[in-house]
């Protein structure tokens, strides 16, 4: 019997379960799915993976996301903005619902 081999995610990854992500992230409502972790410091990086900053989708939910210098910098679905009013860094968030 022959086992397909897992490919790692990152974050930011397309899911539809939480199986589908990283031990330790969840898969966040957003379209397509984006696998991240949950954060509680908007606009640092402290408690986020090298390359990503903790950002705040939808107004309500503080996630890890991407960090970019413009909206080409993410994937479809996601531009790029500042991640928290005050913060120096933008990331790549869901457009609107």
Avoid: H, I, N, W
């Amino acid at each position: 019997m022959t086992l397909a081999a897992c490919s790692p995610t990152t974050v930011g990854a397309e899911c539809t379960t939480r199986d589908q992500c990283e031990p330790g992230q969840d898969c966040f409502p957003t379209p397509k799915g984006f696998c991240s972790k949950g954060c509680s410091e908007p606009g640092q990086t402290r408690e986020c993976p090298s390359g990503t900053v903790c950002a705040v989708f939808y107004g309500t939910t503080p996630v890890c996301s991407q960090k970019c210098d413009s909206s080409s910098d993410c994937r479809d679905g996601f531009s790029c903005s500042l991640a928290a009013t005050g913060s120096d860094f933008s990331a790549c968030q869901p457009l609107a619902k």
